[in-house]
Every structure is written in C-alpha cells, then in structure tokens.
C-alpha cells in the first residue's frame, strides 16, 4: 500500500529564516506530486505540482519554491520567511495514470513564522 | 473556468441527527467529484468519489450523489456521530485525459456534533 510522509511535523521559525519541508511518498511510482497551504480558515491553496523528476508547476508566484530530486522526493523551501508563511502545509500525490485523479494527502507540516 | 461552492458553517448537530452538506459545481467537461474529510490537526482524507454522472459515492454511513442535472454532490448521513466531526470538503477534478489532474476544492464546512 502507498504512503505519504511530511516532516517536520511542527516548525517555528522567525522572519528571514530560510525553510526547507520535506514529502515522501512509498508504494507507488512516478507519481503527481502537489503542496498546498491551508491558512486559518481551511481554504486550500495549490502553490506546487510536479509530474516528474525536475518538472515543478507553480501556481502562485510567491516567496516559495519546490523541488523534486527523485521519484517520490517533493521538497518546498524558502530563502527568506515571511509573517505571511504560516500556515498548515500539506503535501499530496495521485497516481500517475490518465482518469485516476484523486489525491491522497500527507499527515501535514504547521509553520509558524515569528 | 472549474469550481466548487459548498455551504458555509459552521453546521452544529445533536448525535444522531441527519446531515446534509451541500456541494455544487461549475466545469466544462466530466468532472469525478469527491468528498473529503479533515480531523483537527491532520491532513484531508478522501471520505468518498463519483465519476460519472448517478454514481453514487459511499463510506463510513456517507453517501453522496453524482447530480448532473443539478451540478450537484451533496453529501448525506443518516446518523451523524461525535466522531464526525471534522471539516468536509467537496472537490472536481478535471478530467481532460492528461495524466495530471487538478482538484478544485470547496472552502471546507466545519461540523461539529454534540452528544
């Protein structure tokens, strides 16, 4: 069966620090590869989705950026933290074949910026 | 372009009660709907998906509706529980035949059950 893991679970961390979150995904291959942010108030915002090694899509142009160095790696850092990065980050993949489009998503990263 | 309005919350229920959570959507094409559920602190689960018109999706006593008449996929449950409570959202995907398929999600409506 597949899995999905985010770490850390928890950060805080203050204003122009750097942030690098990490997702991975088991039990399935070349897989869709998307992050999300949930500010309070549950509304999910896609700010990422990669359909392959090194192929990343943005969807919001923002302080963020993502990466996937291998199959099942998706990474999300920043250079520089803003206030306005806090958030509930939640990474989640689908599979890879036409008409299988639903996600399955990770246990969650809560970031809060000081 | 694709999207998904589903009732505003907070819904506050007694146990036992019947629930409705409406959910209607906007596409072009044939989208599969899905319902999905997030406990307080954790990450969304998929509760339960239709794809295609009249499916009708189920789980855990949920049941929703695949309505194209009405571009609807209200989500039901006879009996609601204090376990139920949680954050349910309403999603589509658009299925255009590419490998990668987009969710467009609803804003999420907070139930909360008392006993």
């Known amino acids: 069966s597949q899995t999905i893991h985010q770490w850390p679970a928890t950060l805080v961390q203050p204003v122009g620090s750097p942030l690098s979150l990490e997702c991975t995904v088991e039990?399935?291959?070349?897989?869709?590869l998307y992050w999300y942010r949930q500010a309070a108030g549950r509304g999910l915002q896609l700010l990422f989705y990669s359909v392959g090694i090194g192929q990343i899509s943005s969807e919001v142009p923002q302080n963020l950026s993502a990466s996937r160095p291998q199959d099942r790696q998706f990474i999300l850092s920043s250079k520089k933290l803003l206030l306005s990065d806090s958030g509930f980050y939640l990474c989640?993949?689908?599979?890879?074949?036409?008409?299988?489009?639903?996600?399955?998503f990770g246990p969650g990263t809560r970031l809060t910026v000081t | 372009g694709d999207s998904v309005t589903q009732m505003e919350g907070p819904v506050t229920l007694s146990e036992e009660a019947f629930l409705t959570i409406n959910c209607t959507y906007t596409?072009?094409?044939?989208?599969?709907l899905f319902w999905y559920v997030q406990y307080p602190g954790e990450g969304l689960q998929l509760l339960l998906k239709a794809t295609k018109a009249d499916d009708k999706g189920s789980n855990k006593g949920f049941e929703a509706t695949y309505r194209k008449e009405t571009t609807s996929f209200h989500l039901e449950k006879g009996s609601v529980q204090v376990s139920d409570s949680a954050v349910y959202f309403c999603?589509?995907?658009?299925?255009?035949?590419?490998?990668?398929?987009?969710?467009?999600f609803g804003r999420g409506t907070q139930l909360t059950v008392w006993p």
């Open positions: 596409a072009t094409g044939y989208p599969s």
């Open positions: 999603a589509l995907s658009e299925n255009r035949g590419s490998t990668l398929g987009r969710l467009y």
């Open positions: 989640a993949w689908s599979g890879p074949r036409a008409g299988t489009y639903e996600q399955y």
């Open positions: 039990g399935t291959s070349n897989p869709n």
